[in-house]
């Protein structure tokens, strides 16, 4: 029988005034690590031309820190939703859906999202996105600037759901360590992935990445202790690691059960030659 994915989604409130403020938050000039229970009601935001909706913001491009993007965790009450959601012509876009249904028109194709659903839009694509159902709707937006390429085309907008995916196990690991690739890797047309990476109890990343690519690492299920810079750190499922380009970064996913995260990257194009 399949394993059923589970997915956190953030609700808000506060805690009581008997608790401890003590918590697991940093902020470094490698990292940053923004647990589960800091998404509370006081750090919403909301947003231009978004009815009944509003968002945490878990980052944004930020000189000398991570630059390439920006990614929100949405709540869109029952009723609610946009008709003009983006405001950049040039931004593209990836939807994750966490919780709920989601109605969205992609240049006039509707689509009806379900929890694990997936789309990616764009830029200078029109759509609109409506909560018509009767529970919360959440889900992650992922931004980008698109970084067009002379000679290769625009991708065009898609809608999936990971359930439609088979995992792709990463050599060498036993199916310890498993990525969702919603896009092939060596689509030139895409200059950003977002994936889904699994471990299986005992799985890790065994030696400390080194790159280009900067990260917004979300936890939907599980928990792991996650190497970055010169720190180990415990995370779980809720928590979100923004990562700078370089920073050092590896993973043991100890257990009990599955250790999954949504993961951004920026790919495919050369390195700036200007700041």
């Known amino acids: 029988m399949p394993i059923k994915n ?3 989604a953030p609700t808000g409130g506060l805690p009581g005034q008997n608790e401890l403020l003590t ?3 940093v902020f ?4 940053a690590v923004i647990p589960k229970g800091v998404m509370r009601d006081i750090v919403t935001s909301n947003l231009p031309h978004w009815n009944n909706t509003r968002l945490w913001i878990l980052s944004r491009p930020l000189t000398g820190f991570a630059e390439t993007f920006s990614q929100y965790v949405m709540e869109v009450s029952p009723g609610g939703g946009s008709d003009n959601p983006e405001p950049d012509a040039g931004a593209e876009a990836v939807l994750f859906l966490l ?12 689509h009806l999202l379900q929890e694990g659903g997936y789309a990616f839009i764009p830029p200078g694509c029109q759509w609109t996105l409506h909560n018509k159902s009767n529970a919360p709707l959440r889900f992650h937006w992922i ?3 698109y970084k067009i390429a002379q000679g290769i085309e625009t991708p065009p907008a898609f809608v999936t759901n990971e359930n439609l995916i088979e995992p792709i196990p990463m050599p060498d690991t036993e199916g310890r ?3 969702t690739r919603f896009i092939e890797s060596g689509d030139l047309r895409h200059d950003m992935h977002v994936n889904i990476v699994t471990f299986e109890p005992g799985g890790t990343i065994p030696f400390e990445e080194t790159h280009v690519m900067e990260h917004g690492l979300y936890v939907l299920e599980g928990k792991a202790v996650y190497k970055l810079n010169q720190d180990w750190v415990e995370v779980e499922a809720g928590d979100y690691l923004w990562l700078r380009a370089f920073c050092p970064q590896a993973c043991y996913a100890g257990g009990p059960g599955r250790f999954r995260y949504l993961l951004y990257k920026d790919v495919n194009r050369h390195a700036s030659l200007v700041s």
């Not at 470094?28 to 990292?31: G, K, L, N």
């Not at 919780?99 to 509707?110: I, P, R, S, T």
């Open 23 to 25: 918590g697991r938050a």
């Open 28 to 31: 470094t000039e490698a990292y």
């Open 177 to 179: 360590w498993a990525t």
């Open 6 to 8: 589970t997915y956190f």
């Open 143 to 145: 931004r980008k600037k």
């Open 99 to 110: 919780e709920g249904e989601m109605e969205l028109a992609l240049d006039g194709a509707n």
